[in-house]
T-cell receptor
Framework: SAVISQKPSRDICQRGTSLTIQCQVD?????MFWYRQQPGQSLTLIAT?????????ESGFVIDKFPISRPNLTFSTLTVSNMSPEDSSIYLC??????????FGSGTRLTVV | GEDVEQSLFLSVREGDSSVINCTYT??????LYWYKQEPGAGLQLLTY?????DMKQDQRLTVLLNKKDKHLSLRIADTQTGDSAIYFC??????????FGQGTELSVKP
């Protein structure tokens, strides 16, 4: 099954700045998914990233705030722009694996001060 | 819309069995999943079951699916302190998106 390397694992950022999170997969995958997990909450899908096309965003998430790149079939980035303390969360990427499962990166724990 | 519900907390003694329950609303779910999240860590896929199955066993883990009642459970036999974590139930909706429950925090007492 696919192995995802996600970085950074954690960061503390000043409000108003941006942070770019990277996910590298050890095999080619069609779709990559980005999730947010707010403190003490479950996971919420932000967007689905397909190679060669614009990402598809879920309700409540917009491209200006969470721009996504998907330059090839093994890599994607999520940027959290113009951060505020409300953006403090764990951000995770995910890909589908053979047999119907989904695997996740280790997550990026973001704190905005 | 689709919904996945779990109880928030479960406390057991080391060596006992743990049973974590989940209900879902989407009758078209094809797969249902159990994930484990340890403190400060990402999500680990524990096991998953195809919707035409009613049971799946994998070492200490047993998944039971009652499709009629839309009820999924995860049983952990001989629970150890290392099993303390948050366990998330999830299903796949018709659009191919994972819908997660709120997570059940399992506390294992020695």
């Amino acid at each position: 099954s696919a192995v995802i390397s996600q970085k950074p694992s954690r960061d503390i950022c000043q409000r108003g700045t941006s942070l770019t999170i990277q996910c590298q997969v050890d095999s080619q995958v069609t779709m990559m998914f980005w999730y947010r997990q707010q403190p003490g909450q479950s996971l919420t899908l932000i967007a689905t990233a397909n190679q060669g096309s614009e990402a598809t965003y879920e309700s409540g998430f917009v491209i200006d705030k969470f721009p996504i790149s998907r330059p090839n079939l093994t890599f994607s980035t999520l940027t959290v722009s113009n951060m505020s303390p409300e953006d403090s969360s764990i951000y995770l990427c995910s890909v589908a694996i053979s047999g119907g499962g989904y695997t996740f990166g280790s997550g990026t724990r973001l704190t905005v001060v | 819309g689709e919904d996945v519900e779990q109880s928030l907390f479960l406390s057991v003694r080391e060596g006992d069995s743990s049973v974590i329950n989940c209900t879902y609303t989407d009758s078209s779910s094809t797969y249902l999943y159990w994930y484990k999240q340890e403190p400060g860590a990402g999500l680990q896929l524990l096991t998953y079951i195809f919707s035409n199955m009613d049971m799946k066993q994998d070492q200490r883990l047993t998944v039971l699916l009652n499709k009629k009642d839309k009820h999924l459970s995860l049983r952990i036999a001989d629970t150890q302190t290392g099993d303390s974590a948050i366990y998330f139930c999830a299903d796949i909706n018709q659009g191919g998106k994972l819908i997660f429950g709120q997570g059940t925090e399992l506390s294992v007492k020695p």
